[in-house]
């Protein structure tokens, strides 16, 4: 499959993905939507930034559009039946740049969809998918409250989604997910998207899918080519200088990831302080404080956004021309998440990490992991 017209998908269908410029798929869509499309459960691996969202979100659209019919329950009762997909994703940002693709290819097509996350309101996310949604995108953790409060049916639910499968793992919430699928149908389509494939994840893959078709896309902890990764070796009360010039040397916008919720506050203040247009996410701020941030970072208020590790999987935004490691993640995987948020949508993109002299072993261990020589700078 070299484009997405010769799916010969719904015309509404169609005519959103070529209008906001989804013509030629990635390689996971096109090794992930033919199957996908005829029902198959699917287990895809491919590194982050290659468009596994849109692979599972066509799929899903298409299979509700060609069997969809208007129930006849009265308003307000029981509408939660008509549940027919489910995505389950680890973090809020995550779950509303799922809905944000979903409304972008399902326009015209009736198909409404409902987040369930912690954090928001939650009346009304009652009210979306009482109102008739078809589509509920949720985190585990509060899906799995409503389902013990019984607010929520899934008994019709024909394709669940796991996403990010190994970073809701590495959450903690195995135990919620089993419960969860264990509401689900029997003949239910499973698809499982992960950036990698450890024995956690092979286990779910074992107990929650059937003859699976299996793609995998480039190293499951390598980052994609198109980024240039660069090291500097540099002292900490010598980074916000660095940081500074890096900013004035270049143009575009920068994410830049602090360890910490204190250290990604101070950051984002002293950028301010110092004339860049920065804010700033973290566990600590409140949903709508993050959305807000999130959404002037992606429409140009912000060129600089300070992040903890909560926004590595979250944050899906085109365009992001450079990342920072201001301090070292605490795990190669999540390096490659962090730099996986540039390159994106076919452009090229440069990551920059910070490195102090007592952390070139640390430096080295992501280099072996990852199995790329970072390019060392001045």
Sequence with gaps: MTTFHELQLKRAVSTNLARHGFEKPTPVQ????????????????????????????????????????????????????????????????????????????AAGTGIRTAVVVGGMNESKQLR??????????????????????KLVRLGNVETVVLDEADRMLDMGFLPS?????????????????????GKEVESLIGRYTREAVRIAIGAAVRPVEAVDLHVYEVESDAKMRLLTRLLDAESGSFLIFARTKHGTDRLAKRLSSAGVKATRIHGDRTQNQRNQALRGFKEGDYRVLVATDVAARGIHVDGISHVVNYD?????????????????????????????????????????????RLVARD
């Design 30 to 105: 096109a090794g992930a939507i033919p199957p996908a499309l005829e029902g198959r459960d699917l287990v895809a691996s491919a590194q982050t930034g290659t468009g596994k969202t849109l692979a599972f979100a066509i799929p899903i659209i298409e299979r509700i559009s060609a069997t969809e019919v208007k129930s006849k329950q009265p308003p307000g009762v029981a509408r939660n039946r008509e549940l027919r997909a489910l995505v389950l994703s680890p973090t809020r940002e995550l779950a509303m740049q799922i809905e944000e693709t979903f409304t972008k290819v």
């Design 128 to 149: 979306a998918i009482q109102s008739g949604a078809q589509v509920a995108i949720a985190t585990p953790g509060r899906l799995e409250d409503f389902l013990t409060r």
């Design 328 to 372: 070292l993640p605490q795990a190669p995987e999540d390096f490659v998440h962090r730099v996986g948020r540039t390159a994106r949508a076919g452009t090229r993109g440069v990551a920059s990490t910070f490195a102090t002299r007592a952390e070139r072993s640390e430096v080295r261990r992501i280099e072996k992991a990852i199995g790329v």
């Design 177 to 197: 997910i089993k419960r969860i699928l264990g509401q689900l149908p029997e003949s239910r389509q499973t698809m499982l998207f992960s950036a990698t494939i």
